[in-house]
């Protein structure tokens, strides 16, 4: 595997990397085959800051090994989703809160008659075409 030295590592794109840091430092590179085997070889020694950001780089680490024609198999670690990604309390309350329900806009008379009336000329329309 070729060896990336700090200048070029620097120069590299960010979203070449499947981790990119609160500092702006990117963690598994994924710019060659040799790379892409050694991010799966090396994803579960990576300390990820969330759930969700583990997520994402198991994704792009899968797809970058199908991009370079890597094979992964159903029991490796990488292949294997990383639990439920959604929040387990919000500040709304747990799972989300409830919902806020609308409650449905006054129709006047005048309103539902010309709805009535749109709905049969919609039809006498359908019948002649």
Not at 53 to 78: F, L, M, P
């Amino acid at each position: 595997m070729p060896d990336l030295k700090e200048k070029q590592r620097k120069s590299m794109n960010k979203e070449v990397f499947a981790y990119v840091d609160r500092n702006g430092e990117g963690h598994l590179p994924l710019n060659d085959e040799t790379h892409v085997r050694n991010a799966m070889a090396r994803f579960n020694q990576t300390s990820f800051p969330s759930a969700s950001a583990k997520e994402s780089a198991r994704r792009k680490v899968v797809a970058a090994a199908k991009r370079h024609g890597i094979e992964v198999s159903g029991d490796d670690n990488i292949a294997k989703p990383s639990g439920s990604v959604r929040a387990a309390h919000t500040r709304r309350g747990p799972r989300g809160g409830k919902k806020a329900v609308r409650p449905k806009r006054k129709t006047t008379t005048a309103q539902r008659a010309a709805a009535r009336k749109n709905v049969k000329k919609a039809q006498t329309v359908r019948r002649r075409a």
